[in-house]
């Protein structure tokens, strides 16, 4: 029974993320003529955890995209990589705060991304700015392609 439930839980969610009406259950358990009858039965639980993913959805306001980021650390030292990781990111932000600086742990490596750029190009100037600013880590400078670019405010 605990299956079933969960199955219709989620094809609530999935109807509750698309509906235009304010709150799916309500708009079920609404009595029009002709309609047939819905009985929904839910936890609390799960009305808060529906809640909080509408919020979620209606505050997700950055697009997405598949594009480009500098690469400006990895590295897998157990003791080291992510202190290096931070100290670099500290650099770079402290000589030019307005770059979006991603620290990731993707075991095991930590690497600092720098950037959202929709194409190569814009990418380019951003590491040849950054490989002549900080000539110390011009060898681990280089583009990376990223999936999760965020939409850049130009």
């Not at 819905?38 to 993913?53: A, F, G, P, R």
């Amino acid at each position: 029974m605990k299956h079933i439930s969960c199955i219709i839980a989620g094809l609530a969610l999935l109807l509750f993320a698309s509906a235009s009406a304010d709150n799916i259950f309500n708009a079920l358990n609404s009595n029009n003529s002709g309609d047939g009858d819905v009985t929904i039965h839910m936890s609390e639980q799960m009305k808060n955890l529906l809640d909080k993913k509408k919020a979620a959805w209606a505050n997700k306001k950055k697009l997405t995209f598949s594009g480009f980021r500098v690469q400006a650390y990895m590295g897998n030292g157990q003791r080291t990589s992510k202190a290096e990781a931070q100290r670099r990111e500290a650099r770079i932000k402290n000589k030019y705060p307005e770059l979006n600086a991603y620290l990731t742990f993707s075991s095991p490596f930590w690497k600092l991304r720098i950037g959202d750029f929709r194409n190569h190009a814009d990418a380019m100037v951003l590491a040849r700015t950054l490989k002549s600013a900080f000539p110390d880590m011009a060898n681990d400078i280089y583009i990376v392609r990223d999936n999760e670019v965020q939409n850049p405010n130009y």
